[in-house]
């Protein structure tokens, strides 16, 4: 089968390889892979850029739906021709309390697909039956691919934040994740939501606009803080959600963060922030890191795609196997937010 494979350490070292169809264990179930979403963890695999441990050569991609081609002797819950979603952990230990308290997302060996197990970027994929899910009739595959990000979003939002209907909400980084951000903050009624971005960032900030966002701002030459301070009673967002992950966004946020509000980090940033978190103290705010999702927040959102409240394909394009490249090239230089593979296409 043909799979767009990571071969080896450096920049660029990604091409489409025909490789074995994967052989399935007991509780396995084997996807024919209709659409995976290029991931921004893909791209800096592609550019070897990543800040995590990887394993080379492997298959990229973790954001993926299909039709289940087969399933391994023990499996129960699904047959072949089932339109299924899978999740991202393709390995957990199963029997650390996180694991046993259904907060997987959190065991210290969690391996994901795409990273340190062959992803999905392929005609088929293996997973486990525990982290499939039904695509309920109506979610196209695209929009069902994208599952994984709108559940790193509704984690972040609805799980680890809180939002009242009125609260200011400010998001950091219109990138596919924060576009999501925007969506399911939409579903609490905030008073006002604001995203900020950069001038590079102009199409996915008018996705955010189109996405529900009250206003958009772009960063450059503008004293972004004192503008987030501008609105209502002065006292900034009740919460801000960073989705970019460079400390420049992390000193932001914490001027600009109401006393008593809350900040969610969800993007990555390897470097040391460089300034003091005291007005966190004085502030009385909330700092908290967001990683990942769980089995029931998937079905949340599944329900909710299925309903029409989150719809994350207005963001994506859709590209052959064999166009990989234009696919990961044209989501990196921003012309869009969120490339699809569709693997079946050549
Ligand atoms: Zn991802
Ligand atoms: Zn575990």
């Not at 293996?126 to 509704?154: N, Q, S, W």
């Not at 772009?218 to 609105?231: H, I, K, T």
């Not at 109401?258 to 922030?273: D, E, H, L, M, S």
């Amino acid at each position: 089968m043909k799979a767009i494979v990571n071969y080896e350490a450096g920049p660029g070292r990604v091409e489409v390889r025909e490789v074995p169809v994967p052989e399935l264990g007991p509780k396995d179930v084997l996807i024919r892979v209709q659409a995976a979403g290029v991931c921004g963890s893909d791209l800096h695999m592609y550019h070897d850029s990543q800040g995590f441990p990887v394993k080379r050569p492997v298959t990229l991609g973790h954001e993926y739906a299909g039709v289940v081609e087969k399933v391994g002797s023990l499996v129960t819950a699904f047959k072949a021709g089932d339109r299924v979603v899978s999740e991202t952990p393709a390995y957990i230990c199963e029997t650390c309390i996180y694991c046993r308290t259904g907060q997987y997302n959190l065991c210290p060996t969690r391996r994901g697909f795409g990273v340190l197990e062959d992803g999905a970027m392929a005609q088929f994929v293996k997973t486990r039956e525990a982290i499939v899910h039904h695509v309920p009739d109506g979610i196209p595959f695209e929009m069902a691919a994208l599952t994984e990000p709108a559940c790193v979003a509704y984690n972040a939002v609805s799980h680890h934040s809180r939002i009242r209907p009125g609260d200011y909400v400010v998001v950091f980084g219109p990138g596919p994740i924060g576009l999501m951000c925007v969506q399911i903050a939409k579903l609490f009624s905030p008073g006002r939501l604001t995203v900020v971005g950069t001038a590079r960032d102009k199409k996915r900030l008018e996705v955010a606009l189109q996405f529900g966002a009250d206003e958009v701002i772009e960063a450059e030459g503008r004293d972004v803080v004192s503008e987030l301070l501008s609105y209502g009673d002065g006292f900034g967002p009740d919460l801000i959600l960073d989705a970019v992950g460079v400390s420049a966004t992390l000193k932001q946020s914490i001027d600009a963060v109401r006393p008593n509000g809350q900040i969610t980090k969800i993007g990555w940033g390897p470097a040391p922030v460089g300034f003091s978190l005291d007005p966190l103290i004085q502030k009385a705010a909330r700092l908290q890191g967001s990683f990942s999702h769980n089995y029931p927040m998937w079905e949340k959102v599944l329900l909710m795609m299925a309903k029409g409240e989150i719809n994350p394909l207005p963001m994506a394009k859709c590209y052959g196997i064999d166009d990989w490249k234009a696919a990961f090239d044209e989501m990196d230089s921003l012309q869009h937010a969120k490339s699809i593979i569709l693997p079946q296409q050549s």
